[in-house]
């Protein structure tokens, strides 16, 4: 039998710790309703895979997909207000 080897060194080293930084837990924290959102868009989804909606799928796939835009949006407006404009122009 033959064995498959790397032959070199990865082109980048793993780090020592493979824990998330804090800025990195921030960001995820700071994106959590949005990943929220998805996750439930993705259940109401995934419930219909192998049948066909009903109204009551259908009203919820479509109030998930309102949850994520409006997670999206408030993320996108939250990150526009931290960033400041030169001029004190809003």
């Given at each position: 039998?033959?064995?498959?080897?790397?032959?070199?060194?990865?082109?980048?080293?793993?780090?020592?710790?493979?824990?998330?930084?804090?800025?990195?837990?921030?960001?995820?924290?700071?994106?959590?309703?949005?990943?929220?959102?998805?996750?439930?868009?993705?259940?109401?989804?995934?419930?219909?895979?192998?049948?066909t909606p009903s109204d009551l799928d259908t009203q919820l796939i479509r109030r998930a997909r309102?949850?994520?835009?409006?997670?999206?949006?408030?993320?996108?407006?939250?990150?526009?207000?931290?960033?400041?404009?030169?001029?004190?122009?809003?």
């Open positions: 039998m033959k064995y498959i080897v790397a032959r070199q060194e990865p082109v980048t080293a793993l780090p020592a710790d493979l824990e998330p930084s804090d800025a990195e837990l921030n960001a995820i924290e700071f994106e959590m309703p949005l990943i929220l959102a998805d996750v439930d868009l993705l259940d109401a989804q995934i419930a219909v895979l192998d049948r309102r949850r994520v835009l409006t997670a999206r949006r408030n993320l996108i407006n939250q990150a526009a207000a931290a960033v400041s404009l030169p001029g004190g122009a809003a």
